[in-house]
């Protein structure tokens, strides 16, 4: 089977302009994991597109250099027309994601990934919270920055976060509502329906591992995300993969959190994130509908090849998906800005 598996900061997409330095390094990092694994699994070619400024992959079937737009558009129905497949990594906001993935179904080939209906849903911070607050689970409260007042939470410290943002980009805290008040007077009106507000939730940030098909999910693990408050915005600098465990917290299980989202979403399909926090109940802040920087370290954790478990979802189904014991490997993906993202097992 040949895959194009599109990495969007890396595909030169950007080739006219300056390459988001943190995104990029984190979107190739999560991109050479995948390829690696790809490479060792049976019967598959990997198509890529890459900005000419970066250097070549190993472990690739087919690479075509991007150096204008117009070789980005040209290369890109080139590689459509001859794959089988597409795998597409990309953020979620201005509805980039869905959009892809709308693409590749038109173009009449095998989506490796999230249905655009499912994306669309939890691309919206507001969406997601409703969908999933519907379904039983506890979501972080939300109201939209225009509708905001000093005395809308009884929570001090606060975060702004566009409704349609990807991971911590944009993730704005302040400490107290005089502070975001001030922010809010000094942006413009068209700004307030674009942002939302949060409370600040205390406790373990984490994030989940999923695998998911047609409202079923296998839990793959539970991780620890380090975070870092500086200068007003929180910044996302390590995630320990399967280092937190749902037996150490108030319920639901992992498992059952994992449960209940499928169902409500039974569009997502493939590798899923979901970030919550656990204070000491989990509290549901997002969901990721694609590839997240915590699959680097999933090789490390299970001792086995991931990729294999995308090729038996697609082409058998969830249930012929073996998965091994839970693992009592952790790994740490280091996600400091400046630093070569990489994985080291404890």
Known sequence: MKILVYE???SGAFCTESLPS?????????LQALLYDLARTQGVQSVILRDFRLDTPPYIHRCHYIRNLNDFRRCWLISLDYVDGVLPIAPE?????AEIQSWVLKAGKRLLGCRPEATAIVTSKTRTARHLAAAGLVTA??????????????????ICKPDDGAGCSNLLYFENTAA??????????????KQIVQPYIWGTASSLCLLC???????????RQGLRITEGTIQLTSITVNGVNSQEFYPPSFQEIADIIATALPGLWGFVGVDLVLSPQPVIIEINPRLT???IGLREVYGINPGTWLLTLLNK??????????????????????????????
Request: with cysteine.
């Open 8 to 10: 969007h900061i890396t």
């Open 22 to 30: 943190h995104l990029a390094r984190e979107g190739d990092a999560i």
């Open 93 to 97: 906001s201005d509805n980039l994601l």
């Open 141 to 158: 409260p939300t109201v939209w920055l225009k509708d905001w007042q000093p005395d809308t939470f009884t929570e001090s410290a606060l």
């Open 180 to 193: 975001l008040s001030a922010w809010k007077q000094q942006r413009a009106p068209e700004i307030w329906g």
């Open 213 to 223: 098909a047609d409202g079923e999910a296998r839990l793959l693990c539970g991780n």
């Open 293 to 295: 920087t915590s699959y």
């Open 317 to 346: 189904g969830m249930k012929a998906v073996e998965l091994p014991p839970r693992p009592c490997q952790k790994v740490t993906v280091a996600t400091e800005e400046g630093d070569a993202i990489q994985a080291t097992r404890h």
